[in-house]
C-alpha cells in the first residue's frame, strides 16, 4: 500500500483521497481537452490546516504537488506531466465566504470559492465584486488570484491582483502564512501577497483572500456597436473614455468571423444587426447616478461615433435580458471556436495604441506562412488585450495544423515582441508557454524569477514545469 497516500487519508479523510481512474481523471485534462497527465491521487483537503499538513508529507516524502482550482486554465497549469509521481491538490471542498466587511468594503473567501458564487454573495450584501469572464461559472478564486485573472471588467477594475488586498497562503515547507489583511496601505517589507498573485502554485497554495468590494451601479447600460477597422475601435475607445471616463466599465473587440462562429455553433444566438460588420465593439457603461444620465452619456457617445462615422450602426440595450444576450455573445467566441474545432490560442497583449498595425501586419504575416488560416481575434480592446487565435483553413485537418503549432506560435509572438507586446497577458505560461517566455524574456529577468522560485520552493515540489 502506498505509505504517502496513506498518510494523507490520515489528514483529509479516506474519501477525499481519490485514485480510481473515473474518480481522478476530471482532475487530469486541461480544460480544452488538449493534454492529460498522470497523478498518485487527487487530494481534497477542508482547510487550510490540512493542506499544510498534506504539502509537510509532500516534503517528507518528496512529492511534487499541482494546486487546483476550477480546472479551466488554458496553458496546462493545472494539471499534473505524465510522470504520475505528483498529486493534484484541489481546493474546490475549501469554498466558504469568512467574512464581509461593508465598511471596509472587504470579503474574506476561501480559495476554492467559485468566481460566480462569490459575485452573488457580494451581490446579496449589496455591493459587487467586479472580476467577471466567461469561466465564472467554474473558475475559483484561489485559480483567479494565481493566474491573476483579467476578463472583462479589467479597463474599470483592473486584474484580480488589483482586487487583492489580503492573502493566507501555505508555503512549500507547510507553513500557514496568515496575510489576511484588509488593509489599502500596508508598507511593512517586501510585497509578499504579490509574489503569490500571478505565481500559478509554483511558489505557495493560497487557502483564503481579502478582495475588495464596490459600490452596487445605479445603472449598467451594454450597446454593441459596429464599425470597419480595429482602428475605428481604437477612436471609439478614446471617444468614450473622453466623454464617460470611470463610468466605461466594458470595452470588447470581436471580429466578423468570432460572430459568424458563434451563429454557426449557437444558432439561437442573433447578431442585433440586418446585415455583418468586418469588425464590433460591446461597450459597458456603470453609473453611479441613475439610469437616465447613464443612457444620455451612452447616447451622446453613440451620436458622437455615428456622425463622426467612427462607427455605422449601434444597438443599445432596451433591457436586462438583451444585455445579457448581447454579451452571451461575447462569451460564446470561446466555446464556438472550440466546437468548430482545435485551434492555436494567442492571449496577448501590446500598447494599444499599435493594436490595429498588430492585426493588419501578423494577418499578412501568417497567411503568408499559413495560406487560409482562419482568423478568430476578439478581446479586451481597452487593456491591449487581444486573442487571436488562429483556426485551420477549413480543407485542412485540425491534427496536422496543430502540428505547425511551434511555427504559428513563432510568427505571432515574433510580432508581438516587435510591437513591445507581451506572450500572455492574462492566462499566464503554465506548462505550455515555459519553454517559449524564454525566447523573450531577458537573462536578467528569468535569473530574478529562478532564484526567487529556488529561495521559496528550494526542493521544487509546487507545480514543478510551470512558469519555469
Ligand atoms: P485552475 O485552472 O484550476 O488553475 C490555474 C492555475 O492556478 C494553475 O497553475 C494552478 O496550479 C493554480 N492554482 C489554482 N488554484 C490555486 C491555489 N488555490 N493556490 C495556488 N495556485 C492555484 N482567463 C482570464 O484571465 N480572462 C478571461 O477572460 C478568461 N476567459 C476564459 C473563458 C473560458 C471559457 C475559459 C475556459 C477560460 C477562461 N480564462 C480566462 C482562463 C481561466 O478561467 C483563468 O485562468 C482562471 O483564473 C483559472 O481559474 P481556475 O480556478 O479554473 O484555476
Ligand atoms: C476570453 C478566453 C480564451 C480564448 O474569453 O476573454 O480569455 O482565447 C478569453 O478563447
Ligand atoms: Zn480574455
Not at 476530471?26 to 497527465?37: A, E, K, N, Q, V
Not at 498588430?358 to 494577418?363: G, K, L, N, Q, S
Request: glycine share 8%.
Amino acid at each position: 500500500m502506498n505509505k504517502f497516500l496513506n498518510e494523507c487519508r490520515a489528514v483529509v479523510g479516506a474519501e477525499q483521497v481519490l485514485t480510481a481512474e473515473a474518480d481522478t481523471a476530471p482532475y487530469l485534462t486541461d480544460w480544452r481537452r488538449r493534454f492529460t497527465g498522470k497523478a498518485q491521487g487527487v487530494v481534497r483537503p477542508a482547510s487550510a490546516d490540512e493542506v499544510a499538513a498534506i504539502v509537510k508529507l509532500c516534503n517528507q516524502f518528496q512529492v511534487p504537488v499541482v494546486p487546483q482550482g476550477g480546472n479551466t486554465g488554458l496553458v496546462l497549469g493545472s494539471v499534473p506531466d505524465t510522470s504520475g509521481s505528483a498529486i493534484v491538490l484541489s481546493l474546490t471542498r475549501m469554498n466558504r465566504v469568512r467574512a464581509i466587511d461593508l465598511i471596509n468594503n472587504t470579503i474574506t473567501v476561501e480559495a476554492g470559492c467559485i468566481l460566480q458564487n462569490l459575485q452573488t454573495a457580494a451581490a446579496e450584501a449589496g455591493r459587487l465584486f467586479p472580476l467577471s469572464l466567461g469561466a465564472e461559472g467554474s473558475c475559483t478564486i484561489g485559480g483567479n488570484l494565481s493566474t491573476n485573472a483579467g476578463g472583462t471588467g479589467v479597463l474599470r477594475y483592473g486584474n484580480t491582483r488589483e482586487l487583492c488586498l489580503g492573502l493566507e497562503v501555505v508555503t512549500p515547507q507547510g507553513e500557514v502564512w496568515n496575510g489576511l489583511r484588509g488593509l489599502r496601505k500596508d508598507n511593512t517589507g517586501y510585497d509578499l501577497r504579490d509574489l503569490f498573485i500571478g505565481a500559478e502554485g509554483t511558489l505557495g497554495i493560497i487557502t483564503a483572500a481579502v478582495l475588495k468590494l464596490f459600490p452596487q451601479p445605479k445603472a449598467q447600460l451594454t450597446a454593441l456597436a459596429a464599425m470597419r477597422t480595429p482602428d475605428d475601435a481604437l477612436t471609439l475607445l478614446n471617444l468614450a473614455q473622453g466623454r464617460c471616463g470611470a463610468a466605461l466599465t466594458g470595452f470588447e473587440l470581436m471580429s466578423e468571423f468570432c460572430l459568424q462562429l458563434v451563429n454557426k455553433h449557437f444558432p439561437q444566438m442573433q447578431l442585433p444587426f440586418p446585415q455583418s460588420s468586418p469588425q464590433y465593439v460591446l461597450l459597458e457603461l456603470s453609473d453611479s447616478e441613475s439610469e437616465e444620465h447613464a443612457m444620455a452619456m451612452l447616447e451622446a457617445v453613440i451620436t458622437a461615433a455615428l456622425e463622426e462615422g467612427v462607427i455605422h450602426d449601434a444597438v443599445v440595450a432596451g433591457s436586462i435580458a438583451q444585455s445579457k444576450s448581447l454579451w452571451h455573445l461575447r462569451e460564446h467566441i470561446t466555446l464556438a471556436q472550440a466546437e468548430e474545432g482545435k485551434n492555436i490560442k494567442h492571449d496577448v497583449s501590446v500598447p494599444i495604441s499599435r493594436i490595429g498595425d498588430f492585426i493588419r501586419e501578423t494577418d499578412i504575416l501568417l497567411q503568408k506562412a499559413f495560406p487560409g488560416t482562419r482568423m478568430v481575434t476578439f478581446g479586451h480592446l481597452g487593456d491591449g488585450n487581444l486573442h487571436y487565435n488562429v483556426s485551420p483553413p477549413e480543407a485542412m485537418a485540425d491534427d496536422a495544423f496543430i502540428e505547425q503549432q511551434d511555427a504559428v506560435n513563432q510568427v505571432v509572438h515574433d510580432s508581438v515582441h516587435r510591437f513591445s507586446g507581451s506572450i500572455s497577458a492574462e492566462h499566464g505560461l503554465g506548462a505550455l508557454k515555459r519553454e517559449e517566455i524564454r525566447r523573450y524574456k531577458s537573462e536578467v529577468e528569468m535569473r530574478l524569477m529562478e532564484t526567487i522560485k529556488q529561495a521559496l520552493d528550494p526542493m521544487k515540489i509546487m507545480n514543478p514545469g510551470k512558469i519555469l
